[in-house]
Nanobody, 119 residues
Framework: VQLEESGGALVQPGGSLRLSCAAS????????MGWYRQRPGRQRELVAT???????NYADSVKGRFTISRDNAQNTVALQMNGLKAEDTAVYYC??????????????WGQGTQVTVST
């Protein structure tokens, strides 16, 4: 499975960005999709995830500001980020879980897209 991310950019504090990620090459079912980020000097952390059925999970730091959505038919996931803060500056990674069988479940990561929040 290949994941292609887009949408990272330089934005001013308080601004908005929309990240997109498309999964291709799956031979099974793409189950959970999500976004993670790695801020400078920190470990990669969860931002938001969404199941195939639409259940979502958010990091406390982004609740109320970020919204995750997906299109199951297109195997795409998006992250709408509003009210961006300097501490949101990070490389954002798309992740998906492919289900081939009960014993064959694989995780895939995108290459990352840079989001910089600064004046």
């Amino acid at each position: 499975v290949q994941l292609e991310e887009s949408g990272g950019a330089l934005v001013q504090p308080g601004g908005s960005l929309r990240l997109s990620c498309a999964a291709s090459g799956s031979r099974g079912s793409i189950n959970t999709m999500g976004w993670y980020r790695q801020r400078p000097g920190r470990q990669r952390e969860l931002v938001a995830t969404i199941t195939r059925g639409g259940s979502t999970n958010y990091a406390d730091s982004v609740k109320g500001r970020f919204t995750i959505s997906r299109d199951n038919a297109q195997n795409t996931v998006a992250l709408q980020m509003n009210g961006l803060k300097a501490e949101d500056t990070a490389v954002y990674y798309c992740k998906c879980t492919e289900w081939l069988s009960i014993t064959r479940v694989y995780d895939y990561w995108g290459q990352g897209t840079q989001v910089t929040v600064s004046t």
